[in-house]
């Protein structure tokens, strides 16, 4: 009989492990009905006769059927599409001079935690590949309860005020007549709402770059977007802007190898988060801060609490206070990765908020939404929800209530129950909101700081690469281009005039504009029905800083080439020798290496040596791969350079700026394809060691290979 695990095992925080007591795996056991009768026969309904109706009476069928019948919850109205892990978070230093946050107080704290990420616009069942932004949301389990840190890939949003939350997700959705497209943004709803709001334009332009086609969920950048505080342990309180930075380094996809993957393995980034930690490759990112004292919250040209605007790391630098790690897969993804509740508004003495109105509208919206979700008020009750911190309060009832709380009283003050549970002072770690000194009319309206929205637009285009505007521009190309209204395309490429002249000029020419109309004012329709337009009109500000290199993406390399996927096109007969060495050199700096060949099963090599295949070419595509290596062997390229599967395997990693190596006779395959036509392809690596294609895919991507473009597949 199998031993039952009660408790999923997580060494370094035995507290967590406390929460899933009542996990259950059935090895060994009898199997049972909820109420713990044995059941004899799973297979057959209770029939009136061998041939006859089943009857009402088989409560084993109905108590089956009903189970399964209500066994979905509704999907999150957005980031329906996500992926979690657990792992910890370990503090590099004392903080207590900005925040009295324990979790951030000595060097070396470990505070466990769940990370999900997700997609926004996409359905639960869409594809992880979609052009989107990503969710970065973080459960801390601290000792003074959870912390959630829940930001996204990107620093800035669409929207500065909450009140238009509903519309933007309306307008980016499928659209309400049809339910088309799902999880795209490239359709004329979205591009319409877009196309009257300035204010989203610098958003616009993060979802336009390769930040919106992350390489791997490990290899994107988290923010917490909005200005937090932290206050101290004497009353002090700071700005603050959070930043994840991944240790592997920031690196993208392409639109078409996104597009393909959507095809090819939809599950693409679950799959990556979940291999790389059964396979102990945890991933890593560094927790960042940027502090701004309280004093000085009016010297930016910018408003801080504009959800729309970044600082950048040249006025304010990034102090790293901390690493997360990754390492443990969920047990149940039901359980874990869907039952989470994120909230923006769950806090720990020494954080607090800003008066940002996106930020504030958040913190209504997030537990009204798990309550229809989650089907009540105790979510906090289920296992992945709740803190290591102990719960004691006078809330009471509701539906699935776990908690079976003890004693007569309910309520505060009481005598009967000796005044518990207690309100904490300070000194023990009583929450207290930070005494921000307000003072004004109550009034519907946003503040003129906020009413620059091209400045940082702006910014973030003429930060980046070349490579890297060009595919802005293919984006907006691509995006436009599947709206129908020829209105909603030149209104928004009129728009884009305001960010970029050039970068406006080449969409147009991509959709065949011309000439670009400038948008008639007013050019922001979103102000109040008795405003006057003119109040609402963008202002035009000079950033002060002009061009900020943190925010190409390829400003942030990584180290080493862990996590990556190389594919080694191989068949019977591949030269044993060549293989092992490269196989060894990647997994020995954490690389995946697996052997695709032209059948599924094993193969053998020249030393007669039996290799188990990964993938048969039928059942994978180059498009999943980070880089490829072709190892000699007459037999094995006999085979290999006359299928075509094979020869576009090696085309589609050069159109895509991989690594290639070709070794001894796979120069015979490499002279199959379109590649070969241009005699000193960029990336090629023609009979090198193995210790140079590490070094190479180190680098990701050969972006200055020119030709690659023109490869037709
Ligand atoms: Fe949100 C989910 C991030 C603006 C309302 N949001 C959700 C998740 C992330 C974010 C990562 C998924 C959490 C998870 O994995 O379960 N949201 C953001 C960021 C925003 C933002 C970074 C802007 C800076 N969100 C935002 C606004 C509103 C919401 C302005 C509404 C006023 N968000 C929600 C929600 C969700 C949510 C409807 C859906 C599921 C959930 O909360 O649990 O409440």
């Not at 003119?534 to 500000?541: N, Q």
């Not at 991989?658 to 392809?681: C, V």
């Amino acid at each position: 009989m199998a031993e039952k695990e009660k408790t999923p095992k997580n060494s370094e925080n035995p507290k967590i492990d406390d929460l899933y007591m009542n996990t259950e795996d059935g090895s060994g056991e009898a199997m049972t009905t909820n109420q713990g009768l044995k059941i004899n026969d799973d297979q057959n309904s209770l029939l009136a006769g061998e041939r006859g109706p089943t009857l009402l009476e088989d409560f084993h069928f109905r108590e089956k059927m009903t189970h399964f019948d209500h066994e979905r919850i509704p999907e999150r109205i957005v980031h329906a599409r996500g992926a979690g892990a657990h792992g910890y978070f370990e503090s590099y230093g004392d903080l207590s001079e900005f925040t009295k946050a324990g979790f951030l107080g000595e060097k070396g704290k470990r505070t466990p935690v769940f990370t999900r990420f997700s997609t926004v616009a996409g359905f639960k069942g869409s594809s992880d590949l979609a052009r989107d932004v990503r969710g970065f949301a973080v459960k801390f389990y601290t000792e003074e309860g959870n912390y959630d840190l829940v930001g996204n890939n990107m620093p800035v949003f669409f929207i500065q005020d909450a009140m238009k939350f509903p519309d933007l997700i309306h307008a980016v959705k499928p659209e309400q007549h049809n339910e088309i497209p799902q999880a795209a943004s490239a359709h004329d709803t979205f591009w319409d709402f877009i196309s009257l709001m300035p204010e989203s334009m610098h958003m616009i332009m993060w979802v336009m770059s390769d930040r919106a086609l992350p390489r791997s969920y490990s290899m994107m950048e988290g923010f917490g977007v909005h200005t937090f505080r932290f206050v101290n342990k004497k009353g002090e309180s700071f700005f603050v802007k959070f930043h994840w930075k991944p240790v592997a380094g920031t690196y993208s996809l392409t639109w078409d190898e996104a597009q393909k993957i959507s095809g090819q393995d939809p599950d693409f980034h679950r799959r990556d988060l979940w291999n790389a930690i059964e396979n102990g490759n945890y991933p890593e990112w560094e927790l960042g801060v940027q502090i701004v004292a309280d004093k000085d919250e009016h010297k930016f040209d910018f408003d801080l609490l504009d959800p729309t605007k970044l600082i950048p790391e040249e006025l304010v630098p990034v102090k790293l206070i901390g690493k997360m790690v990754l390492d443990r897969n969920p047990t149940n993804f039901f359980a874990e990765t869907e039952q989470i509740a994120f909230h923006p508004g769950h806090l720990v003495p020494g954080i607090d908020f800003s008066n940002d109105p996106l930020l504030q509208g958040r913190l209504f919206s997030y537990t009204d939404t798990q309550l229809s979700r989650l089907g009540g008020p105790n979510f906090n009750e289920i296992p992945i929800n709740r803190p290591i911190a102990p719960v004691h309060n006078n809330q009471r009832g509701g539906l699935m209530r776990q908690t079976i709380n003890t004693g007569q009283t309910s309520y505060h003050p009481n005598n009967i129950g000796g005044g518990c549970p207690f309100q904490a002072k300070m000194s023990e770690g009583g929450f207290v909101s930070h005494q921000e000194k307000i003072e004004g009319h109550k009034i519907r309206a946003r503040s003129t700081s906020f009413m620059d929205h091209f400045s940082q637009a702006k910014l973030f285009f003429e930060s980046q690469s070349k490579v890297e505007q060009d595919h802005m521009i293919e984006a907006l190309r691509f995006e436009l281009g599947k709206v129908k209204s020829e209105d909603i395309r030149e209104r928004m490429v009129g728009m884009l005039t305001y960010v970029s002249e050039e970068l406006a000029k080449h969409v147009a020419e991509g959709l065949g504009i011309n000439p670009i109309t400038k948008p008639e004012e007013p050019l922001n329709h979103s102000f109040p029905a008795d405003a006057d337009p003119k109040d609402y009109e963008p202002k035009e500000v000079k950033s002060s800083v002009q061009k900020s290199e943190k925010l190409s993406l390829m400003a942030s390399n990584g180290k080493g080439i862990k996590g990556r996927m190389i594919a080694i096109l191989a068949t019977d007969g591949v030269d044993a020798e060549s293989l092992e060495h490269y196989k060894k050199a990647l997994k020995n700096e954490g690389a995946e290496a697996k052997i695709i060949s032209s059948h599924s099963g094993s193969i053998s090599d020249s030393n007669g040596g039996a290799i188990k295949v990964d993938h048969s070419l039928l059942t994978t595509a180059s498009v999943l791969f980070d880089a490829v290596f072709v190892p000699g062997g007459s037999k094995s390229i006999e085979i290999l350079h006359k299928n075509p599967d094979a020869i576009r395997f090696v085309d589609e990693a050069y159109k895509h700026y991989k690594f290639i190596a070709i070794n001894g006779d796979a120069m015979r395959l490499w002279d199959m394809t379109y590649a070969s036509k241009n005699a000193s392809p960029k990336g090629v690596l023609f009979d090198q060691d193995a210790a140079a294609f590490v070094e190479a895919i180190g680098q990701h991507r050969i972006w200055d290979r020119e030709d690659a473009a023109r490869i037709p597949v």
